[in-house]
Every structure is written in C-alpha cells, then in structure tokens.
C-alpha cells in the first residue's frame, strides 16, 4: 500500500514520526458522520506559506454525459506547503472562494508586511524556519477503474494543487497525490470520454480542498491563521 507522512508533529518536531500504528488508530477513528478539517490529523503541525496549514476535504457530484449518471469526486488534502494559497495582493485565494468577500484594505496591508516575500517562513516553536514541506492529498471516484485510469486522475489532480498554490512544486516540497476508485460502477466502453470527465472534475476539487484547509485552521504558536489575519473576509 502507498503511503506518506508529514514531519511535522507538533509544529517541526522531528522526533515525532507516523508511522503504521499512527495509520489503523485513524482507520479506528474514523467515521462516517463527522468530517474535521484544519488542525486535525496529518494538518496539525501544517503551514502553507506564511500562515497555518491543516486539512481540508471537498466534493463534487457531476452528471457524466458519457455515462448518463451522476458520479461522485472527493478530494482529502494534508496542506504544508512553501508557496502560498493566499494571494498578499487581496487577502483572498488566488482562483477566489464561494463565501469570502474582499478583506478590508487595513488588514491587506497588515497582512502583507507579515507574510510577504520578504517575511520569511515563520518559524515553528524555535525550529529551522526553513523546514522540509509536503502537501499531501488523495482524490476518490465512486467508479470502478484500473491502476492505470486512477494514475491518470492523480496526474490531473496536480494541476488543482497549482492553482491553489503558489508558487507549487518547488524543490523543496515533496508533493504527492495518490488517487483510487471505489469499483462501483463500470464505465465500460466510454472510459476515455468518462476520464477527461473526472479528471477535469478532480482539479477543481483539489483546488478547493486545498484552499479549505487553510481557512479551517487555527493559529498555532508563531504561527498564524487565515481567519486571524482577515477576519473581515468571512463576516
């Protein structure tokens, strides 16, 4: 089974490291009732950029016109990126986000002297300000697909993670999208057609859960979060 970690719990300790047993007590934990985003999980230690990082989920059923049928997308996203998800020229995300209005120009212009460029990445309960980063995200489709056709969808799932994040990929971000099909429904012949479908679909959901991750998450030690930095964007 493929498998990835974020170093960072709590906040760059390295001497805290997931591994199997971490794995099956979220397996344990979870349910299908309850969805937790921000400081959670593989987000608590998170950063994205200069601000708090965390976990975000998305979703979105499309009407297949290949199929006929609707299908379902989700995405589940671990954000602990270099590059930002948020735009220091208007304090929102850079491909914009339902439910978030422009944040007052005093709180842009606070924000930007904070965590612009020449801020530097803020350091981690007195650890290296230049630590390792991860963003790591799986993306889910409720059809039945081979390895190869979920490959394809975790190619595409990339290019949601460059729209959220900039600048993305860099050197120094270990960035990795695992992508799997819950086998219950069969495309059959018009598996091309119905590929493109997801695969435009699961960008999107990428982008957005990405972006939701930082705004679900809180502020921890140096480190602080969207919502306190902008507050006049979600009221």
Not at 6 to 24: H, V, Y
Not at 148 to 175: F, Q, T
Request: charged share 20%; net charge negative.
């Amino acid at each position: 089974m493929p498998a990835a970690v974020l170093f960072d719990l709590p906040m760059g300790d390295w001497g805290n490291r997931p591994g199997a047993e971490f794995g099956r007590l979220a397996c344990d934990a979870a349910t299908a009732e309850e969805s937790r985003e921000g400081n959670v999980g593989a987000g608590t230690g998170a950063v994205a950029g200069s601000l708090k990082g965390g976990i975000g989920t998305a979703g979105e059923v499309f009407h297949s016109a290949a199929l006929g049928i609707d299908v379902t997308v989700g995405a589940l996203f671990a954000v602990n990126s270099l590059g930002s998800v948020i735009d220091p020229e208007t304090g929102l995300p850079w491909d914009g986000h339902p439910g978030l209005r422009a944040p007052a120009e005093a709180e842009v212009v606070a924000a930007r002297a904070r965590t612009g460029p020449t801020a530097g990445r803020p350091s981690r309960h007195g650890t290296a300000s230049r630590p390792l980063n991860t963003t790591i995200g799986v993306v889910a489709v409720d059809l039945a697909l081979t390895k190869a056709h979920c490959k394809r969808i975790a190619v595409a799932a990339h290019d949601g993670l460059a729209r959220a994040i900039r600048p993305a990929h860099s050197l120094a971000d270990g960035d990795t999208v695992f992508a799997l099909a819950t086998g219950e429904r069969e495309p059959g012949a018009q598996w091309v057609p119905v590929l493109d479908e997801v695969c435009a679909v699961a960008a999107g959901v990428v982008r957005r859960a990405i972006v939701r991750a930082v705004l679900a998450a809180e502020p921890v030690g140096e480190v602080t979060s969207y919502t306190s930095l902008y507050p006049s964007a979600r009221e």
